[in-house]
Structure formats: structure tokens, C-alpha cells
């Protein structure tokens, strides 16, 4: 990829690198430069822009962040839509997320334009959280560069999510003398609320209570 200042004789099909404002119009960074976009250019008085031109072997940003995030993502994985070369990877259910650091460390090392970045390992999620965002940094990505990338991943997800299975739960409390009246049911309200969290299911409580024994007479 060429970037820099261009001459608007060489900037038709260059990406605008900076958001430009003319007298009637406005030029988002990322435009693709038509002839439209270059005469209105001229008319504002233009000579140049700052823009990047895509060489033999260039992968768009988009594209290349759509390739990338094929080869990553998982079951139970949902992403969005390839946008300014970012795409979102999304939980579709409750779990554990498990990343494999090293597996994304040599994705990330491999070019500069292709970046990875995961919740930490072990994280617990909730359904349509973000867990991991595939960027592509410049305008375009070395084809060779996507290429390796997709094959290094052909088999070796880096990130995966193992979701929450829904286990039955027993609680065994024991009331101590002088505990406050009220202590032992929010203790209850609290556990079963962690445990619907984990898709779990606390069972209903006996209602019969029972002190400890008192300790033995010496």
C-alpha cells in the first residue's frame, strides 16, 4: 500500500485518509475517490490529498477483517459486520471464555496490520457480550500476510466458549446464636442470585431450621 500526499491526477480509486470539508459537500475518511469526489476536489482548489493506493496483492480493510474473523471465530461465537475494518465477536450464551494467549500472540506478531484483542482468559460472559474485536489497522492488509494468518488459525481457535450448564444446587445453612433476624434469607437471596447468573438452579429450602448442638460439657 501507497500512502501519502497524491495528486489528484493519480488519486482516482485511492482511499481519502482524512475527512475533508468543500464549499458543498463533505469527503469522509475511507471514501473511495471517484471522479465526482476528485472534480469536486479540483473546484475547492485541491491540487493533492493525503489518501492511500492499494497495490497488486492488497486485501481492503473490510475484507480482510471479514476473512480474519472467519478463521477465528467459533461455535457459539456470533460477529458483526465488517465495518472501517473492525469486526466484533459476540457471545450467543452465559459461559466461560477460554483463550489460547500464545495462538493469539503469533497472530499478532505476524504484521502489523492485523491486530486481535480477547477478554482474558477465564472470563465469565453474559449472552451478547463483546469477547473479542479482529482489527485491521491500516487501509489494507498484505494478502500474503491475511493468507498465513488464515492458515496458522485452520484448526486452532484461539478463543472458545464453553457455556454454563444448568445444575441443581442444595444450600445447607446454619443459624448461629444471636444472628439478626433476616441475615440467613438474604444470604439465600444472595447465593441464589449468583447461581442464576451460572444458569444454575437453587432448590427450595427445607423449612424447618435447626440450631448447631451446643458444645460438649467438659
Same mark, same amino acid.
Not at 470539508?21 to 491540487?47: E, F
Not at 474473523?69 to 461465537?77: D, H, S, Y
Not at 484448526?155 to 442444595?170: C, D, E, F, T
Not at 439465600?188 to 447461581?195: G, P
Given at each position: 500500500?501507497?500512502?501519502?500526499?497524491?495528486?489528484? $491526477?493519480?488519486?482516482? +480509486?485511492?482511499?481519502?485518509?482524512?475527512?475533508?470539508?468543500?464549499?458543498?459537500?463533505?469527503?469522509?475518511?475511507?471514501?473511495?475517490? $471517484?471522479?465526482? =469526489?476528485?472534480?469536486?476536489?479540483?473546484?475547492?482548489?485541491? *491540487?493533492?490529498? /493525503?489518501?492511500?493506493?492499494?497495490?497488486?496483492?492488497?486485501?481492503?480493510?473490510?475484507?480482510?477483517? $471479514?476473512?480474519? =474473523?472467519?478463521?477465528?471465530?467459533?461455535?457459539?461465537?456470533?460477529?458483526?459486520?465488517?465495518?472501517? +475494518?473492525?469486526?466484533?465477536?459476540?457471545?450467543?450464551?452465559?459461559?466461560?471464555?477460554? /483463550?489460547?494467549?500464545?495462538?493469539?500472540?503469533?497472530?499478532?506478531?505476524?504484521?502489523?496490520?492485523?491486530?486481535?484483542?480477547?477478554?482474558?482468559?477465564?472470563?465469565? /460472559? =453474559?449472552?451478547? $457480550?463483546?469477547?473479542?474485536?479482529?482489527?485491521?489497522?491500516?487501509?489494507? =492488509?498484505?494478502?500474503?500476510?491475511?493468507?498465513?494468518?488464515?492458515?496458522?488459525?485452520?484448526?486452532?481457535?484461539?478463543?472458545?466458549?464453553?457455556?454454563?450448564?444448568?445444575?441443581?444446587?442444595?444450600?445447607?445453612?446454619?443459624?448461629?446464636?444471636?444472628?439478626?433476624?433476616?441475615?440467613?434469607?438474604?444470604?439465600?437471596?444472595?447465593? *441464589?442470585?449468583?447461581?442464576?447468573?451460572?444458569?444454575?438452579?437453587?432448590? @427450595?429450602?427445607?423449612? *424447618? *431450621?435447626?440450631?448447631? @448442638?451446643?458444645?460438649?460439657?467438659?
Amino acid at each position: 500500500m501507497i500512502f501519502g500526499p497524491t495528486p489528484l $491526477d493519480e488519486a482516482r +480509486g485511492a482511499i481519502l485518509a482524512h475527512t475533508t470539508r468543500l464549499p458543498n459537500a463533505v469527503l469522509k475518511k475511507g471514501t473511495v475517490l $471517484d471522479a465526482g =469526489a476528485i472534480a469536486a476536489l479540483r473546484a475547492a482548489g485541491h *491540487r493533492e490529498v /493525503v489518501a492511500a493506493r492499494l497495490e497488486p496483492g492488497d486485501v481492503p480493510e473490510d475484507e480482510a477483517a $471479514d476473512r480474519l =474473523a472467519n478463521a477465528v471465530i467459533g461455535p457459539l461465537l456470533s460477529r458483526t459486520r465488517a465495518a472501517t +475494518g473492525r469486526v466484533n465477536l459476540l457471545a450467543e450464551t452465559a459461559g466461560l471464555l477460554r /483463550v489460547n494467549a500464545a495462538c493469539v500472540d503469533r497472530l499478532n506478531a505476524l504484521d502489523e496490520s492485523l491486530t486481535v484483542a480477547t477478554l482474558p482468559d477465564h472470563s465469565p /460472559v =453474559a449472552a451478547r $457480550d463483546m469477547v473479542a474485536t479482529i482489527k485491521v489497522i491500516p487501509f489494507a =492488509a498484505p494478502g500474503n500476510a491475511l493468507s498465513v494468518a488464515e492458515a496458522m488459525l485452520r484448526g486452532s481457535a484461539p478463543i472458545a466458549l464453553h457455556p454454563y450448564r444448568s445444575l441443581k444446587v442444595g444450600l445447607v445453612a446454619t443459624e448461629l446464636p444471636g444472628m439478626k433476624p433476616g441475615v440467613m434469607d438474604k444470604g439465600i437471596e444472595v447465593t *441464589r442470585e449468583r447461581i442464576e447468573a451460572l444458569a444454575g438452579i437453587l432448590l @427450595p429450602p427445607n423449612a *424447618r *431450621r435447626t440450631r448447631p @448442638p451446643p458444645p460438649p460439657r467438659r
